[in-house]
């Protein structure tokens, strides 16, 4: 019976690690399924990296020679003349508007100057007093050369000093 069992116990041992040796195996297989899976992705984000090395390294390189195919160095009056251009170029609307704006306002400043001249004639013949007539005007003109006071040429013409001195500013004497 010791034979049995050890002939027994041997199988069951040989068959246990038949069994641990596959389950091994299966382990082994599925874990290098894995890393494998792993390596592939990883070499697939190297390829896109390296692509996307050798098309930044051709931008660099037309960028390079574009630079080159440029002059390097602008010379003080070449530089000059190119900000005179930008500024030109930003400051000619700015000119124009400000032109505009100022045609606007000599038009208007005409405009105004017909009004008024219009009022102040309007004004004149509205304003002018019934009692004085172009003698009264050419007395008080007369008088106020001779040096008599306003308030004299009122009282002896009989008139007001407001209609003195308003003959005397229409005929831009005072």
């Known amino acids: 019976m010791n034979l049995e069992n050890f002939t027994f116990n041997i199988e069951y041992v040989v068959v246990a690690m038949a069994a641990v040796i596959l389950y091994l195996l299966y382990y082994v297989y599925t874990k290098d399924s894995d890393y494998s899976r792993n390596i592939r992705s990883v070499a697939s984000v190297v390829?896109?990296?390296?692509?996307?090395?050798?098309?930044?390294?051709?931008?660099?390189?037309?960028?390079?020679?574009?630079?080159?195919?440029?002059?390097?160095h602008m010379s003080d009056d070449e530089i000059y003349q190119e900000i005179e251009r930008s500024v030109?170029?930003?400051?000619?609307?700015?000119?124009m508007a400000l032109k505009q704006i100022q045609n606007n306002i000599d038009s208007i400043e005409?405009?105004?100057?017909?009004?008024?001249?219009?009022?102040?004639?309007?004004?004149?013949?509205?304003?002018?007093?019934?009692?004085?007539?172009?003698?009264?005007?050419?007395?008080?003109?007369?008088?106020?050369?001779?040096?008599?006071?306003?308030?004299?040429?009122?009282?002896?013409?009989?008139?007001?000093?407001?209609?003195?001195?308003?003959?005397?500013?229409?005929?831009?004497?005072?």
């Open 110 to 174: 005409v405009e105004i100057e017909s009004r008024i001249a219009q009022l102040e004639s309007g004004v004149k013949q509205i304003s002018m007093p019934a009692s004085i007539h172009g003698n009264d005007d050419e007395k008080i003109i007369s008088l106020y050369k001779q040096g008599i006071s306003i308030d004299a040429i009122s009282k002896e013409l009989h008139i007001s000093k407001p209609e003195v001195e308003f003959v005397l500013k229409i005929n831009k004497i005072k």
């Open 47 to 72: 390829e896109d990296l390296n692509r996307e090395l050798f098309y930044l390294k051709r931008q660099l390189k037309e960028t390079e020679s574009s630079i080159t195919k440029v002059p390097s």
């Open 88 to 95: 030109y170029d930003m400051v000619q609307p700015l000119s």
